[in-house]
């Protein structure tokens, strides 16, 4: 069965460095056996169909490959459509009423511990704003993820060690899900 799937790179081709070229990134894809690859904007997101694997074998292919041609390691997560889809309807936060610069997704390669998150004093914070959710962490930001003291706050290392955490505007989060939704 082919499941339409998309991979999300971790910190390349920001400030000039870690290039990966978008052209050269479906061409590595398509080497793999992927089809109908596309990627969206150069910060790194691909939507591609693979008919083998799972998103944690998908992952580790893509990350082992992209460090074999581009000689340095990125992070890579994979998520299918279906979950994709299920983090935008279950945003916690009113995303119709919102600018997208003021609403991201923090997506998780694996469950993290809310206990992790408990000591924040969310008050502090105000009007920002966060929840977590399945693998992810929505952020409310109304002046923006650049001025955010709450983003600053959790960029801290507060997940399980080993698991892969990357961020996306709602835009992004978005335009995901109608690309892989067929």
């Given at each position: 069965?082919?499941?339409?799937?998309?991979?999300?790179?971790?910190?390349?081709?920001?400030?000039?460095?870690?290039?990966?070229?978008?052209?050269?990134?479906?061409?590595?894809?398509?080497?793999?056996?992927?089809?109908?690859?596309?990627?969206?904007?150069?910060?790194?997101?691909?939507?591609?169909?693979?008919?083998?694997?799972?998103?944690?074998?998908?992952?580790?292919?893509?990350?082992?490959?992209?460090?074999?041609?581009?000689?340095?390691?990125?992070?890579?997560?994979?998520?299918?459509?279906?979950?994709?889809?299920?983090?935008?309807?279950?945003?916690?936060?009113?995303?119709?009423?919102?600018?997208?610069?003021?609403?991201?997704?923090?997506?998780?390669?694996?469950?993290?511990?809310?206990d992790r998150f408990a000591e924040i004093d969310r008050d502090t914070y105000l009007p920002e704003e966060f929840r977590l959710g399945d693998r992810a962490l929505y952020l409310y930001a109304p002046n923006g993820l650049g001025r955010s003291k709450l983003a600053e706050h959790l960029s801290k290392p507060r997940v399980n060690k080993g698991v892969i955490a990357t961020?996306?505007?709602?835009?992004?989060?978005?335009?995901?899900?109608?690309?892989?939704?067929?």
């Amino acid at each position: 069965m082919t499941t339409t799937y998309a991979a999300l790179l971790r910190g390349i081709n920001v400030g000039g460095s870690r290039k990966v070229p978008m052209a050269d990134l479906r061409t590595l894809m398509e080497g793999l056996g992927h089809d109908d690859v596309r990627t969206y904007l150069q910060s790194g997101q691909a939507v591609f169909t693979a008919d083998h694997g799972d998103e944690e074998s998908l992952a580790a292919e893509l990350a082992g490959a992209i460090e074999k041609r581009f000689g340095f390691a990125v992070d890579v997560i994979v998520r299918d459509h279906a979950y994709l889809k299920a983090i935008a309807e279950d945003c916690p936060f009113p995303a119709a009423e919102l600018e997208a610069k003021q609403l991201h997704v923090t997506y998780f390669s694996a469950p993290v511990d809310a206990d992790r998150f408990a000591e924040i004093d969310r008050d502090t914070y105000l009007p920002e704003e966060f929840r977590l959710g399945d693998r992810a962490l929505y952020l409310y930001a109304p002046n923006g993820l650049g001025r955010s003291k709450l983003a600053e706050h959790l960029s801290k290392p507060r997940v399980n060690k080993g698991v892969i955490a990357t961020s996306r505007n709602w835009n992004t989060v978005v335009k995901l899900v109608g690309m892989t939704g067929g």
